[in-house]
């Protein structure tokens, strides 16, 4: 099918408005909300398959022979479902494995096909052009960055590492989580048709930089100034005035280094070392020429095998890394899998005009950013790594269907 074709079907969705893609849009922005706003699993989960499951069924119902044709004809979507399939396939090869384990392990598959699906139907409908995604979703992660931190001193946490609620407990995927949702919410380009929508990008980012460095997380804070930086280069079309909005931004950390030099968040910062990630990554490699082609088996647990006795910290549960864990748990063949479909998406990022062209390489640049020090499981029930990962990665295939080669958005 041309990339023509493609468009021409996503054009005859946008003519569909109805109350059910209403309703799957507010459920699946709810269920965003309830997984960072509140600490009850069930809630968000509640809004998941009560909310999002079903009403993306009655959709996917609704147009399944234009979703057919499109998805079928989706290269990076089959190279999605090959590397989901190929992460479960490799369940069967894990030592010692309980039935219990691989019912868990196939259901949490499901799970995370059909929440790739529903992102992917959220774009292909053109909810984010249509209705108000991005000033939704920044309002979301600035209540919810405002509550975690009012929360952290209300409860007298500093300088202790702060976390908040659902999806947010962990410092360094709450961190990621955030960072991940204020870039997606880029996508829906009306965040800058006025200056109160400008004032909520500007507020959000501030409270979620805020809350990255209470969180002490060194890898999503590098993670967000990189991405900072290659927006502001892209939005920025003279070079002479990125060049001085990077020396004035660099003056001012200098001027202000002598009175934030002794606060304590930032102390921890370096005083945790490299946390064992040296010694966890050298580990996998030096031990990856036994296991390099297929990997251990998705459900082997890290601490028990060979490689996990080498470290150190013996209560290590994953390589801390999503490349040497695909390597770990599902060998060459899944990291050649990851790699076509990371590659595939940067090809396909020149495809867009100009502001999603940038918007959308600053997701999978970030993406592979936050994945590097901590994340490692593409497959399992709702939790972060659907937010930092395959959001936005349904997405971006979801929206190669609804641009034109030439760059003009239908249906603008």
Known sequence: ?????????????????????????????????????????????????????????QLIYRHRHRLWQIVSADRIFIVIMLLLSY????????????????????????????FILAAFLYAVLKMPVRFPHGVAILSIILLSSMISICNYFLLHSYPERLTGYG??????????????LWC??????????????????????????????LTQSRGPLISLGV???????????????????????????????????????LKNLTLRGDSYRIEIWGAVLKTAPD????????????????????VSLQ???????????????????????LLGLIMSLFVQCLRFERYFRIICFALVLLLNALCFTDTYRLISSPQAMWLIFWLPVALLVGYRVNLTPSGSESGR
């Not at 999806?167 to 991940?180: D, E, K, N, R």
């Not at 296991?291 to 080498?310: I, P, R, V």
Request: glycine share 6%.
């Open 1 to 57: 099918m041309s990339f023509e074709l493609k468009s021409g079907v996503s054009e005859s969705f946008l003519s569909m408005a109805s109350r059910g893609e209403k309703i799957f849009s507010v459920s699946l922005l709810l269920f965003i909300a309830a997984s960072i706003l509140q600490p009850f699993d069930d809630l968000s989960r509640a809004f998941f398959f009560f909310g999002v499951v079903p009403s993306s069924m």
């Open 315 to 337: 209560s290590v549960a994953h390589p801390h890394n999503l490349w040497l864990s695909m390597l770990f748990y599902s060998g060459i063949i899944g990291v050649l899998l």
């Open 184 to 213: 997606v919410a880029l996508l829906d380009r009306k965040v800058f048709a006025s200056k109160i929508a400008i004032g909520l990008v500007s507020a959000s980012l501030l409270f979620v930089f805020l809350f990255v460095v």
């Open 227 to 265: 991405v900072c930086l290659f927006l502001l280069a892209g939005m920025i079309r003279r070079r002479t005035t990125f060049a001085l909005s990077v020396l004035a931004l660099s003056l001012l950390v200098f001027m202000l280094q002598p009175f934030i030099g002794d606060i304590a968040v």
């Open 87 to 114: 992460l479960l396939i490799s369940l069967f090869w894990t030592d010692e494995i309980a039935s219990k384990v691989i019912f868990r392990y196939v259901r949490w598959w499901f799970e995370t096909v059909f």
């Open 167 to 180: 999806f947010l407990a962990h410092p360094i995927l709450g961190a990621s989580v955030l960072i991940m």
């Open 291 to 310: 296991y390099w082609l297929f990997g251990n088996g998705l459900a082997s647990e890290f601490g028990a095998t060979e490689t996990g006795q080498m």
